[in-house]
T-cell receptor, first 114, second 115 residues
Framework: DAGITQSPRHKVTETGTPVTLRCHQTENHRYMYWYRQDPGHGLRLIHYSYGVKDTDKGEVSDGYSVSRSKTEDFLLTLESATSSQTSVYFC?????????????FGSGTRLTVV | AQSVAQPEDQVNVAEGNPLTVKCTYSVSGNPYLFWYVQYPNRGLQFLLKYITGDNLVKGSYGFEAEFNKSQTSFHLKKPSALVSDSALYFCAVRDINTGGFKTIFGAGTRLFVKA
């Protein structure tokens, strides 16, 4: 999607290894989010950020950490990957301060933990 | 707590027929409601939103949604389905209790349109 990119698009990693996913935006939006998508669960919020160095937990934050050192970048780290973290991860941005309550999503990262 | 439910895992419809994808919500205040679509192997795209105003909201690709406060529903509709509408559809509600900065998604409804 225009203005928001995720990397990598696909990754296979081994159990117990750390993994970092990157979300980069060029829209200068204040709010950024990480969701995971699993069959039967829809999208569940992992962490979100409301500004540089300002982050908070979502409903499924255990085993994940995030960092936002610049407005444009939001990193998601799996401290020690487990098979239950095999999923598709989506980054999203929004700007509710300006009345933009909808999300723009990245194309997703498919992560497989073996 | 804010929540949204999509009672159907799958909806099947013939091309040219009208389609409806159902969504009900539970919020403590005025709802901010959304529909998103995910085409195969793609990210999610915004379809439409209801914040306030007319109960019938028009969105992208000919879709519309009807907000019904008494039934706490926000069903997605299209008068004439296309095969290309086959996708996964998510209803979502803004989580006002957390300042309105997070969105809660339903589990999704897979739409199959048969030629």
């Amino acid at each position: 999607d225009a203005g928001i990119t995720q990397s990598p698009r696909h990754k296979v990693t081994e159990t117990g290894t750390p993994v970092t996913l990157r979300c980069h935006q060029t829209e200068n939006h204040r709010y950024m989010y990480w969701y995971r998508q699993d069959p039967g669960h829809g999208l569940r919020l992992i962490h979100y950020s409301y500004g540089v160095k300002d982050t908070d937990k979502g409903e499924v934050s255990d085993g994940y950490s995030v960092s936002r050192s610049k407005t444009e970048d939001f990193l998601l780290t799996l401290e020690s990957a487990t098979s239950s973290q095999t999923s598709v991860y989506f980054c999203a941005i929004s700007e509710p301060d300006r009345g933009n309550y909808g999300y723009t999503f990245g194309s997703g990262t498919r992560l497989t933990v073996v | 707590a804010q929540s949204v439910a999509q009672p159907e895992d799958q909806v099947n419809v013939a091309e040219g027929n009208p389609l409806t994808v159902k969504c009900t919500y539970s919020v403590s205040g005025n709802p901010y409601l959304f529909w998103y679509v995910q085409y195969p192997n793609r990210g999610l795209q915004f379809l439409l939103k209801y914040i306030t105003g007319d109960n019938l909201v028009k969105g992208s690709y000919g879709f519309e949604a009807e907000f019904n406060k008494s039934q706490t529903s926000f069903h997605l509709k299209k008068p004439s389905a296309l095969v290309s509408d086959s996708a996964l559809y998510f209803c979502a509600v803004r989580d006002i209790n957390t300042g309105g900065f997070k969105t809660i998604f339903g589990a999704g409804t897979r739409l199959f349109v048969k030629a």
